[in-house]
């Protein structure tokens, strides 16, 4: 599958208020995409808010991709989408046995996991009305490596990664290709808890697309990734109880 470029594309991100979304929205305005649909969640009977005021490129679209009318909706209101960003993500803060809440983990794979799901298949058919484009899901090194100390999001990320390369081979012939991207410790508020090294969320918009642009299946946009990969295939095991040591002294926080 070739890649493709947001030039001219009409490009719909979800979770676009703030963080790596808000990125992604920035970073196809700068890369010359026509439109851009902006997925924000907003209350019943309410026109979100644009992400970035004051550019009429941007259309705010009011979008929890955990509802399957409201995903409907998206696709019947954004049929002009070429490029969709699947970024909308979420993490409870919790563990996944010696949890506090046991419905946190069932939130995490509804967001994480069944979100990319419905829009995939919401928007498989709209892109390919329109000549082919492609899918960015943003994903997590936690969905490469089991990380402990991320309960259900590692789980849920996991999944999202398989859900990728299955999505893929499906949706080639119709001229639509995939590419998951593997994120690493970002600047956003989900990471504010988090001490070191934190990338700016523009760097992972601008690693995404250029991912997109040169039609990679798989990609990692950080240092991050790229030397948890490492380690995973230098010594798997022992890659494996570094991460389990790390349960013991990290901080949950709950961050949505």
């Known amino acids: 599958m070739s890649g493709t470029s947001i030039q001219g594309a009409t490009v719909l991100v979800t979770g676009a208020n703030r963080g790596i979304g808000l990125a992604f929205v920035q970073e196809a305005l700068a890369g010359g995409a026509a439109r851009v649909h902006a997925g924000v969640r907003a209350p019943a009977g309410t026109v979100p808010e644009s992400p970035v005021p004051g550019d009429d490129r941007v259309v705010p679209v009011r979008l929890d991709v955990t509802d399957p009318d409201q995903v409907a909706a998206a696709a019947g209101a954004c049929g002009d989408t070429t490029v969709v960003v699947n970024n909308a ?104 808890h988090v001490d070191g090294r934190k990338e700016d969320p523009r760097d992972i918009a601008r690693a995404g697309y250029k991912a997109l642009r040169r039609g990679d299946h798989v990609a990692d946009t950080d240092w991050m990734a790229v030397d948890a990969r490492a380690r995973m295939a230098r010594d798997p095991a022992g890659y494996e109880r570094s991460l389990a040591k790390l349960l013991d002294v990290a901080e949950l926080r709950t961050s949505r």
């Open 89 to 192: 993500g979420l993490h409870t803060g919790t563990r996944l046995v010696r949890c506090t809440d046991p419905a946190d983990a069932r939130a995490e794979m509804e967001v994480n996991y069944f979100g990319v799901l419905h829009m995939t298949r919401a928007f498989a058919d709209v892109i390919a009305g329109n000549g082919g484009g492609a899918f960015v899901n943003v994903l997590s090194v936690a969905g490469m490596v089991p990380a402990p100390f991320m309960g259900g999001y590692s789980p849920a990320k996991a999944a999202a990664l398989w859900l990728s390369t299955i999505a893929r081979a499906e949706l080639a012939r119709d001229g639509i290709g995939v590419t998951a991207l593997v994120v690493g410790s970002v600047d956003t508020r989900m990471a504010a």
